[in-house]
């Protein structure tokens, strides 16, 4: 539109003739001529975006070729418009006239891809964001997942080969209690819950297991009152715990120790304790283990501000960590 | 005694695993070795220790994480025994789990066993140790230095430890990091400053500045390593050196190289 309105103007400005059919067909000529050259800066759009580096650079590039584009698309309709249409400017003037419209269309054009290419980039940018923060949660739920220890894992296996000469059925009870806790561990959903009842089931065969590796060296004891064991808790979560009860607890005594898993609620909070009677914790409160960490982000991502874990030494001596969710019951 | 003499002769073993069923493993895999008799089977490092220095097995198989003296702390130990006593034990270490430590043990040679443990590796491991016994076992200086070496390796991977083992005339006992007070080195030794008294563990003070939590300990001086918390005063005296007072009461003075860190706290 511009294009013609631009040259009626010139004609009428010269006092010539303006042919408007023959007018509008020449623009529409040297329309189609630009279109060959389209993808041409389609490509350059691509392949040297102006907003990125070396920016000059690119510019240049992109300058030269709508310099280029024009003065092919004018060798090309210039000659070729007498073929179609009458001649309505001389030659010269359709070659200056002409160049400085084809820039211009040309550069308008440019000016267009680039920031239609700007804009779907961005777009692609958002979506790989989005994708990426899902995969992260994803990742990070996958961390949190309850994992077997493999301290325990091998301990385990190796007091299984030894039970195998000497205690056949024992040795088939260690291997069968161990297959089940990975079969567990491997399912475990961090967001999963399940009444403390069935989490003290699961806690018992890795008790089970212990009780035998530590043949008399540990005594276990639960203190759990009934509606304590219909509350929900996130699964798998007391065994990291009375993991670390043994590991840094039990496992540096010299003499038979003790642990206790009490449950009970206070108000709408369930309490839930691991004890141990051992050296106690290296620095009170700190509770910077891995295992009290990956605890604490899941309880921290499950109830947010309503739950929190504190590690605390005992008076008479020992460990103490304390969890404390939001109390909700089972369905009966 | 004839070479062929010595080569029959019984090789004497220590056990310290403080899980009786793995205990039992090793005796199980042994009992195929009638040349290898278990003269002692210890719950704990400590055991471990009194065994080895007692019965001066020829092997002594170790596991790593024992309540008490862990295991690298009784190869600590018997590394910097009195090399008149002989020869430390060939060690062979037993883990559960532990990559960094498997490395050290690769790297220096040393024999050791994963659990489970499996048969056929304990048997070509036993062929090792009766080849290197029977060329007369390690001489007192290498095999001391060897395990010198292994368990300055070994320590480096195990992080900050709580405490640090003393040897004292009774037998050694523990130092929490976390009550020492200053650190000062005294010959081949580590004077540690700690509950008003001093306890002498052998290290270099390289070794226990990379020990220590750089957050809690700073090094004032070439010989002087002292608790950040437990700083009363800290003097300056001109020329970047400071007098640093303690809440025992102990006053140490820093040298100019290392003034820097004095120089943060001060602001």
């Known amino acids: ?332 | 005694m004839t070479q062929a003499d010595a080569k029959r002769s019984p090789i004497r073993v220590v056990i310290a695993d403080d899980e009786p069923l793995a205990r039992e493993r090793l005796r199980q895999l042994l009992a195929s070795h009638p040349r290898f008799e278990i003269v002692a089977e210890c719950a704990d490092g400590d055991e471990a220790l009194a065994a080895a220095l007692t019965e001066k097995p020829e092997v002594l198989f170790l596991d790593i994480s024992m309540p008490g003296l862990d295991g690298i702390e009784v190869a600590a130990e018997l590394a910097e025994g009195d090399e008149r006593a002989g020869a430390p034990p060939a060690v062979v270490f037993v883990t559960a789990h532990d990559h960094f430590a498997v490395r050290a043990f690769e790297v220096n040679a040393t024999d050791y066993l994963v659990k489970p443990v499996d048969r056929e590796r304990f048997d070509r491991m036993i062929v090792r140790l009766e080849r290197r016994l029977g060329d007369g076992g390690d001489d007192a200086v290498d095999g001391a230095s060897m395990l010198r070496r292994l368990v300055a390796e070994l320590r480096v991977g195990s992080g900050y430890p709580p405490r640090f083992v003393v040897r004292g005339p009774k037998g050694h006992y523990f130092v929490r990091t976390e009550e020492i007070e200053a650190a000062r080195a005294d010959g081949n030794y580590v004077a540690l400053l700690a509950a008003g008294r001093t306890h002498l563990v052998r290290e270099t003070m390289k070794s226990f500045e990379s020990r220590v939590d750089p957050a809690r300990f700073v090094r004032i001086h070439r010989s002087t390593i002292v608790s950040i918390d437990r700083i009363t005063h800290i003097e300056p005296l001109g020329h970047a050196e400071y007098r640093v007072t303690m809440q025992g009461g102990a006053r140490f003075e820093s040298s100019r190289p290392y003034c820097h860190v004095l120089q943060a706290l001060v602001r």
Not at chain 1, 94 to 109: C, D
Not at chain 1, 138 to 154: E, G, I, V
């Open chain 1, 1 to 332: 539109m511009l294009v013609v309105a631009d040259r009626a103007i010139f004609l009428g400005y010269r006092d010539r003739p303006v042919a408007w059919g023959t007018l509008i067909g020449q623009t529409l000529f040297v329309w189609y001529a630009c279109a060959l050259f389209i993808p041409v800066l389609y490509w350059a759009t691509r392949r040297f975006p102006v907003d990125q580096e070396p920016v000059a650079v690119n510019l240049s590039i992109h300058v030269a070729l709508i310099l280029a584009v024009s003065a092919a698309t004018l060798a090309i309709t210039v000659p070729l418009t007498p073929l179609f249409f009458e001649r309505q400017t001389t030659l010269a003037e359709s070659f200056a006239g002409g160049f400085f419209r084809e820039v211009l269309a040309f550069g308008a054009v440019a000016a267009l891809l680039q920031a239609i290419d700007f804009f779907r980039r961005y777009q692609e940018r958002q979506t790989r964001a989005a994708q990426l923060e899902a995969q992260l949660s994803d990742a990070q739920l996958h961390a949190l997942r309850a994992q077997l220890n493999p301290h325990f894992l091998f301990n385990t296996l190796n007091a299984a080969t030894a039970l195998i000469q000497r205690d056949p059925r024992g040795a088939d009870a260690m291997l069968t209690r161990l297959g089940e806790l990975l079969r567990l561990t491997l399912r475990a959903d961090p967001a999963h819950e399940t009444p403390l009842a069935e989490e003290l089931e699961l806690l018992e065969r890795y008790l089970a297991i212990m009780r035998v590796r530590f043949e008399g060296k540990v005594v276990v004891e639960t203190d759990v009152s009934p509606q304590a064991a219909r509350a929900m808790v996130p699964s798998f979560v007391l065994q990291p715990l009375v993991e670390n009860a043994f590991e840094h607890g039990m496992a540096r005594l010299q003499r038979p120790g003790r642990i206790r898993i009490v449950a009970r609620p206070e108000g709408d909070s369930l309490l839930l304790t691991v004890e141990d009677d051992g050296p106690g914790p290296v620095r009170p409160g700190d509770g910077t283990g891995v295992g009290l960490s990956n605890t604490r982000r899941r309880l921290a991502g499950l109830y947010g501000a309503a739950a929190s874990l504190t590690l605390g030494a005992l008076p008479a001596g020992g460990t103490s960590v304390s969890l404390r969710l939001p109390l909700r019951t089972a369905p009966a």
